[in-house]
């Protein structure tokens, strides 16, 4: 039986990985891969000689992932975000890959536009230019006109190009497992785990309606900012291989002459976009997480523009607080409440030596402390408290790697726009509101007393049908218990003291949570002061059982001193 054309494709993959691999002096590698293990090395140093003489290591690998094409340049793009595995060297050297290459014809855009709309393409749009004015490795650009005379901008994915990442990611899943095999050095760069990484960024990346998706979120997010711009998305002409949204016009942020000319104040620019990253992180926990200049415009009428949402961080609340409080610590210098933020998220282990562990975080973080404001970055921090962590093995989470790698981006864009912008000085205040905002905030409270009512009502509701199951299982089993016991009447009265206590705490607890349902829904009962008079009696009744039962608690106390 010949072999599916999916394997034959692997196979072939893999040679010209081999190959590549060797060309570039890395065959002491492949042999102890044992994929091909009647080479000798003697063989591989003839076979290809002298290619990656005098170049080092993490050069070699760069050259590698360039001459494998997109996929494997998207690979090195998701390596250079983890400075937890990675040295510092090889993080620099994964930065200069550049996703580009050369653009694809016409002909299969317009094979896919009316193979996905199942209509000719100028039934969707009025003109459609056949020159692209961006090409990447998943997809590329072309300006656009919608029948009602919108201007658009459409993306269009490559041709094959799920079949092409699918059979890449097939052989780097079998180098992975290879290598964490046979290779007992790279274990502590967990290559399974960096493939599982770079597969979940490239398939969504390869699906350009959950791009839409996330350019709508945005929208929604700021909404309400004058000084925002995101581009609508036209759902009627988008789906999984197209994305059609609105043309944005204006200037990239590192065009900084273009901008003064059109009269804006690139000091506010700068601080300003610092600001709006700062409240993607804090306020909404959603983050732009391509955001090289080429993603970022100033449009005519001044405001900020963002482009291509592919990558988007997500930090929940327990992260951003995370965050949060080791930047508000390091302020205060207060290096052990850092490490006991570290112990309480579950960051570090139970054998981790807290003292040692806060000398490490002070080693940090007092050189910062001897520089003036202009010489801090915090993003400078953030990969030293990267390093720092492997050390003490703390498992941080892959959206915290990548907001340091935008972070490092954005305070790049920043520094090239306005030279004297300093993250920290506008993120100090933004970080101390959320702080207190969710300390003290009496939306935060409500929210935490919601999921409470809804958890505790959760568990009253199960309850009859966990004790009847309990009971149902103790009938079944039969059994019969017996025992002498000698002067424990006290301990009985105390079981059924316990046992009233907790039924008149179920009842408690079923008015108010009956009540608050009651005042919470729409209804035409009379209500005293804004409450339904129904929900009110509810109200005062579960005081009531409160109050008595801790009256009763407290007799019960001093009964037994």
Request: glycine share 6%; hydrophobic share 45%.
């Amino acid at each position: 039986m010949l072999p599916r054309l999916s394997t034959i494709r692997n196979f072939l993959r893999l040679y010209k990985i081999l190959a590549t691999l060797l060309k570039y002096g890395f065959g002491g590698l492949i042999e102890e891969l044992r994929v091909l293990p009647f080479f000798s090395s003697l063989q591989w140093f003839f076979f290809f000689r002298g290619t990656g003489k005098g170049i080092s290591a993490p050069v070699r690998i760069r050259l590698v992932l360039e001459e494998l094409g997109p996929t494997f340049v998207k690979l090195g793009q998701v390596l250079s975000t983890r400075a937890d595995v990675l040295p510092a060297d090889w993080i620099e050297e994964f930065k200069k890959l550049q996703d580009m290459v050369p653009p694809f014809r016409f002909e299969d855009v317009k094979k896919t536009i009316e193979r996905s709309f199942r209509s000719p393409i100028e039934k969707k749009f009025l003109s459609f230019d056949e020159t692209p004015v961006a090409s990447a490795s998943i997809a590329q650009v072309h300006y656009a006109v919608l029948p009602d005379g919108t201007k658009v901008a459409v993306k269009v994915r490559r041709p094959n190009i799920e079949d092409i990442v699918s059979s890449d990611v097939s052989v780097m899943y079998s180098i992975a497992r290879l290598l964490d095999k046979h290779v007992p050095a790279s274990r502590r760069l967990r290559p399974i785990e960096v493939v599982d990484e770079f597969a979940r960024v490239i398939y969504n990346e390869l699906d350009l309606a959950l791009e839409g998706s996330n350019a709508a979120l945005f929208g929604r997010l700021f909404k309400d900012d004058p000084r925002v711009k995101v581009p609508k998305v036209y759902w009627d002409c988008t789906l999984t291989e197209i994305l059609t949204m609105e043309r944005i016009e204006g200037v990239p942020l590192d065009e900084v002459e273009a901008i003064r000319a059109k009269g804006f104040n690139i000091e506010e620019i700068a601080v300003y976009g610092v600001k709006l990253f700062f409240r993607q992180v804090f306020e909404h926990g959603v983050f732009h997480a391509d955001m090289h200049p080429g993603n970022i415009f100033v449009t005519d009428d001044g405001r900020m523009a963002y482009l291509d949402f592919g990558i988007v961080g997500r930090l929940d609340r327990d992260l951003r607080r995370y965050l949060a409080s080791m930047l508000f610590h390091l302020v205060r210098q207060d290096y052990h409440r850092m490490a006991i933020v570290h112990k309480e998220m579950g960051l570090i282990g139970a054998n981790v030596d807290i003292t040692e562990f806060e000398h490490a975080l002070m080693d940090i973080a007092e050189p910062l402390f001897g520089k003036s404001l202009d010489d801090i970055n915090i993003s400078t921090f953030l990969l030293k408290l990267i390093h720092t962590a492997k050390r003490f093995d703390v498992k941080l989470q892959p959206n915290l790697l990548l907001l340091q790698k935008t972070m490092v981006v954005m305070e790049g864009v920043g520094r090239q726009l306005y030279p004297n912008v300093n993250m920290w000085e506008i993120a100090k205040p933004l970080v101390y509101r959320w702080m207190l905002k969710q300390k003290f905030s009496p939306g935060i409270y409500a929210e935490k007393g919601r999921e409470f009512v809804e958890e505790f009502g959760s568990a009253l509701f199960d309850l009859p049908s966990e004790v009847h199951s309990i009971l149902k299982a103790s009938l079944k089993s039969e059994l019969n218990i017996g025992f002498i016991h000698h002067r424990l009447e006290p301990l009985s009265g105390e079981i059924s003291d316990a046992g009233r206590r907790v039924a008149g705490g179920l009842i408690m607890g079923a008015l108010f949570l009956g009540s608050s349902v009651l005042a919470a829904i729409p209804n035409d009962i009379p209500k005293v002061m804004g409450v339904p008079y129904i929900s009110a009696l509810g109200f005062l009744f579960s005081a009531l059982i409160g109050l008595r039962l801790l009256t009763t608690l407290g007799k019960n106390e001093d009964r037994r001193f």
